[in-house]
Nanobody, 130 residues
Framework: QTQLVESGGGSVQSGGSLALSCVLRGYTYDKYCMGWFRQVPGKKRELVALIDHDGNTNVADSVKGRFTISQGDAGNKFALNQVFLQMDNLKPEDTAIYYC???????????????????WGQGTQVTVSA
């Protein structure tokens, strides 16, 4: 069964840090676009950060300089399709459900549309209190 498995998240005070991780199980993309979107009730799912198989990234302006996306060692076949999101200097407006996504259409990195991604994680809550 192909699925994205997320871990991390939780609650923290403003200025604190949290980390998310996500791994694709049951399938391996050699070329891919993978990363996170987030959503709050009543709003559209929005881009947080994406990374492709070459390590190129697309990070939303709202989190640039605070969030860092990275991935598993490309030389280790067991680390493919695994990404990490380090979130520092968190703000209350970062509160949302964070969803991991992946697709073999690696060009989505520069034109990310949530509905174009094939696989999604279950979502993990990130709550930042003032």
């Amino acid at each position: 069964q192909t699925q994205l498995v997320e871990s991390g998240g939780g609650s923290v005070q403003s200025g604190g840090s949290l980390a998310l991780s996500c791994v694709l199980r049951g399938y391996t993309y050699d070329k891919y676009c993978m990363g996170w979107f987030r959503q709050v009730p009543g709003k559209k799912r929005e881009l947080v950060a994406l990374i492709d198989h070459d390590g190129n990234t697309n990070v939303a302006d709202s989190v640039k300089g605070r969030f860092t996306i990275s991935q598993g060692d490309a030389g280790n076949k067991f680390a493919l399709n695994q990404v990490f999101l380090q979130m520092d200097n968190l703000k209350p407006e970062d509160t949302a459900i964070y969803y991991c996504a992946v697709d073999g259409k690696w060009w989505l990195l520069t034109s990310p549309i949530a509905s174009d991604f094939a696989y999604w994680g279950q979502g993990t809550q990130v709550t930042v209190s003032a």
